[in-house]
């Protein structure tokens, strides 16, 4: 399999209460980034690691992040939008020509396991589209305007999707292009092949696999790395 991987690295995450992007705040000594771009790294099938970061930032990504730490797969950094989509794109329209499956990545999940990617880029092979993902353990529900409750969904149809979200190449390209013509804007990439009429596979991942939002994330992921 020849497959890529594109990591989203331009938010700023101002829940944070930094300054500076989360994804260079620390965890047990490294950059939060790091730790997704050392997972990518270490998988045959990923040919080559694509981040996505800000104007401003490349050249601190470049020097305190791509060339202070030992990678094996070329990394290449391309500059992000204004939207986390708009940022995807230009992730996965600098991945080789030849590559087969591209994996996105939010730089903000640095608990990500390789034997979880490359779970999930089997599953891509086999459907053209998969998500990570984990069952909901809290009951959800929906509610009004005024914040009365609407309804109960039933706990056993709901995940609570995660990245890396895995696609073939060209599908992809193709349902980011349509919404960009459509001027639609999705909260995730599965949303926009979705709106092409395709199936998306939802693969268990990790409930290790958080994202980065706020203070006391950092410190559950710095536990979670001395397990």
């Known amino acids: 399999m020849n497959a890529s991987a594109v990591v989203v690295a331009a938010g700023k995450g101002i829940r944070m209460g930094h300054t500076v992007n989360k994804v260079y705040l620390t965890i047990a000594g490294k950059p939060v980034l790091y730790y997704s771009l ?7 099938w990923i040919k080559e690691i694509v981040v996505v970061v800000s104007k401003e930032e490349m050249e601190y990504c470049q020097e305190n992040v791509v060339k202070k730490y ?3 797969k070329p990394i290449k950094l391309v500059e992000g939008g204004s939207e986390r989509q708009y940022s995807v794109y ?3 329209t600098n991945t080789k020509v030849d590559c087969e499956i591209i994996a996105i990545h939010d730089g903000a999940r640095p608990l990500i396991e390789k034997e979880t990617v490359i779970k999930a880029l089997k599953e891509a092979y086999l459907h053209k589209a998969v998500a990570l993902g984990v069952p909901v353990k809290d009951t959800i529900k929906v509610v009004d305007g005024k914040n009365f409750i609407l309804n109960t969904p039933d706990r056993k149809y709901l995940w609570a999707i995660q990245t890396p979200q895995v696609f073939e190449r060209n599908l992809i390209i193709k349902a980011h292009q349509k919404a960009l013509e459509d001027g639609f804007l999705g909260t ?3 949303i926009l ?6 199936n998306v596979k939802v693969v268990e991942g990790d409930y290790r696999n958080i994202k980065i939002t706020t203070p006391e994330d950092l410190i559950v992921a710095e536990a979670f790395l001395k397990k």
Do not use: Q, W
């Open 90 to 92: 230009n992730g996965i």
């Open 188 to 190: 995730d990439d599965t």
């Open 38 to 44: 050392k997972a990518f790294d270490e998988i045959d």
């Open 193 to 198: 092949v979705e709106r092409l009429g395709y």
């Open 70 to 72: 030992i990678f094996k």
